[in-house]
């Protein structure tokens, strides 16, 4: 039996400065976190998760960019908070 979600996050996923255009729209429930919308990111596009990834992103409350993925301490000139401690609600708010 499929699971059902309250809500949903709809996102249209665009590669850049690559021709022909490559998009993917996906949607997610609203309880995912950045690490499983990496995952459902990279299922999308037919991947295979070989590399580190980080988003960057506008932190809602202080304006302050924020980077979240998977902290590594060989790269500890700036702070990565981990994706799977970090809701995406959190940070899509329906007022942005």
């Keep these: 039996m499929k699971k059902k979600f309250d809500q949903v996050y709809q996102f ?3 590669l850049k ?3 022909p255009l490559i998009w993917r729209r996906i949607q997610v429930p609203k309880t995912y976190t950045f690490w499983d919308f990496h995952v459902a990111i990279q299922d999308s596009m037919g991947w295979f998760d070989g590399h580190l990834h980080e988003f960057e992103i506008n932190n809602p409350l202080t304006g302050l960019k ?3 993925g998977i902290p590594e301490e060989e790269f500890a000139d700036y702070k990565v908070l981990p994706g799977w401690k970090i809701k995406i609600a ?3 708010l329906r007022e942005n």
Excluded: A, R, S, V
Aim: hydrophobic content about 40%.
């Design 66 to 68: 924020t980077l979240i």
């Design 12 to 14: 249209k996923i665009t």
């Design 90 to 92: 959190d940070y899509f």
């Design 17 to 19: 400065d690559i021709k």
